[in-house]
T-cell receptor, first 112, second 114 residues
């Protein structure tokens, strides 16, 4: 089962920041938090990942709380093309192997 | 460097037929993951393979489903005697090693069982 919980849907005005929350209260110390998104049922697209520190790349920022039990993905200036389902994932390690367990995600709708 | 290639993109099978889904990982990637996505649902992990080995098949149904990743050629997900409930999108992802920072997904194969 997924280790993450996310709100099922959110709306955001175009040009504003989209803040997508994620709870992962059972995360282990060495497990990373990943964010992927899926546009129109295409293949999931990697956005960003982090362990403890906040991370930023050309797509988004990831804010992880100090206790690592929750995180927030920030799209600084949302566009219509950011409308998608966003998945917060804890990459699980089992017997030396890794796998990504997807939850139900947040359906973000960016409004014009 | 081409991305992860899946074919066919769309596949229609009658109940009872076999479906074979192919996944060619990115160049240099020896780790492949298969996922299934039912309509309006998230992706469900099925199986994780390295070249010639099944590492984790905890998400595979016990019957009719099998996967392989031979030394040469693409990874194959095989569904025997398909039923309507197998209708879904099947995605594969690849990475160059187990602990790589991200997995790269293909565009999926949409299987419709009629």
């Amino acid at each position: 089962d997924a280790k993450t919980t996310q709100p099922p849907s959110m709306d955001c005005a175009e040009g504003r920041a989209a803040n997508l929350p994620c709870n992962h209260s059972t995360i282990s110390g060495n497990e990373y938090v990943y964010w992927y998104r899926q546009i129109h049922s295409q293949g999931p697209q990697y956005i960003i990942h982090g362990l403890k520190n906040n991370e930023t790349n050309e797509m988004a920022s990831l804010i992880i709380t100090e206790d690592r039990k929750s995180s927030t993905l920030i799209l600084p200036h949302a566009t219509l093309r950011d409308t998608a389902v966003y998945y917060c994932i804890v990459r699980e390690r089992t017997s030396g192997t890794y796998k990504y367990i997807f939850g139900t995600g947040t359906r973000l709708k960016v409004l014009a | 460097n081409a991305g992860v290639m899946q074919n066919p993109r769309h596949l229609v099978r009658r109940r009872g037929q076999e479906a074979r889904l192919r996944c060619s990982p990115m160049k240099g990637h020896s780790h492949v993951y298969w996922y299934r996505q039912l309509p309006e649902e998230g992706l469900k992990f099925m199986v994780y393979l390295q070249k010639e080995n099944i590492i984790d098949e905890s998400g595979m149904p016990k019957e009719r489903f099998s996967a392989e990743f031979p030394k040469e050629g693409p990874s194959i997900l095989r569904i025997q005697q398909v039923v309507r409930g197998d209708s879904a999108a099947y995605f594969c992802a690849s990475s160059p090693r187990a602990d790589y920072t991200e997995a790269f997904f293909g565009q999926g194969t949409r299987l419709t069982v009629v």
